[in-house]
């Protein structure tokens, strides 16, 4: 199972974690996995790309991947983050949760 964990301060998203798999096919064939990593690539990758915020990316073989944006969240990084709960939020309707779960975490202090 995939389990996807926001955290927000001050109710706005400023990072997140992923890991896990779905298991909902065989190994080259799961598209649960495959949509994940896609919105979660092209978000990273988007924030990277298109923003100046500062940010730390972990990711590991296993299907972790911790992102961090440091410091003042810019307009763009807010709605791309927004984006990316909106399409874990749609899988999560398709597939149920046996294959992702979606959490979210308000933390006091990053």
């Known amino acids: 199972m995939i389990k996807a964990i926001f955290y927000s301060k001050n109710e706005q998203y400023f990072g997140f ?46 299907g972790l991947v911790r992102f961090k944006i440091i410091g003042e969240v810019s307009s763009e990084s807010k709605l791309l983050l927004k984006a990316l709960r909106l399409g874990l939020c749609s899988i999560y309707e398709e597939y149920g949760d046996k294959y992702i779960q979606i959490f979210f975490r308000e933390v006091s202090h990053v």
Do not use: P, Q, R
């Open 17 to 62: 974690k992923i890991s896990g798999h779905a298991e909902y096919g065989c190994c080259g064939k799961d598209v649960v996995c495959a949509g994940v990593s896609a919105l979660v690539i092209n978000t990273v990758n988007s924030i990277e790309e298109f923003t100046s915020d500062s940010v730390v990316t972990e990711e590991c073989e296993d």
